[in-house]
């Protein structure tokens, strides 16, 4: 029954993540030249994951992104069963939210600015499917990292952890969305997609395995690290 209520507490969040992220992004362009758009949405995935650490952060962790479950797996923080059971909450709550912006820009029609729900892409890299997957494991990784560092039993940042997981996640989004729209987040990149797929738009599925699996990377490459410099440290005190 915990177990249960920690899933439902990680698609909440996920949900709120996509639909609040996403939608902005639909509604205000992503658009590098105008920027307001583009500063808009980095704010609105921020903001979100600062709503969710301390909405459900409590009950599940706040994950809401399969590549933070990965690393706190790898980390020893939670079981192989519960990892799966996160990132299919994940998974459906970020179709979910997606199949809401879908209703809500279809009935009311409101003009889409993405062009694709929000989804990612590679046109910021050129098209290069080596240059975007070097993008998502770096941003993956400085992000994965720093909630492992922030939420480890060896600090105290009080009540500020959410803040600060929801601030840098706004400068990696500001970095990141000229250049792949800013994933750091397979659930994130694939409920976009397929309902993206199900509208006619079959472009962001052929990519959206660079979104999958460069997060998945740079997550766990953070976790070894994290656990390597923390062990160093143990070890020297």
Known sequence: MESMKKY?????????????GCGTAMLVGCDAASG???????FAFGLAIVALAYGVGN?????VNP???LGVL?????????FFGYVVAQCLGAL??????????GLGGVEDKTGG????GLAGVGDSVGAGILVEIILTFLFVILILGVTSKNQN??????????????????????????????????????VAAIDGNTAPMQVVWVFIVAPLIGGALAAFVYKFLESAKETKE
């Open 8 to 20: 439902i507490a990680e698609f909440i969040g996920t949900f709120t993540l996509v639909f609040i």
């Open 59 to 63: 009950i599940s962790g706040g994950h």
């Open 117 to 120: 729900y929000g989804t990612n």
């Open 96 to 105: 979910a939210g997606s199949g809401v912006l879908a209703c809500i820009f």
């Open 67 to 69: 590549a933070v479950s």
């Open 74 to 82: 790898i980390s020893g923080g939670m079981s192989v069963g519960d």
């Open 36 to 42: 307001c758009g583009y500063i808009l949405t980095a």
């Open 157 to 194: 940042h009080g009540s500020f952890g959410g803040l600060i997981i929801g601030l840098t996640l706004v400068g990696i989004h500001i970095i990141g969305i000229g250049l792949t729209g800013t994933s750091v987040n397979p659930a994130r990149s694939l409920g976009p997609a397929i």
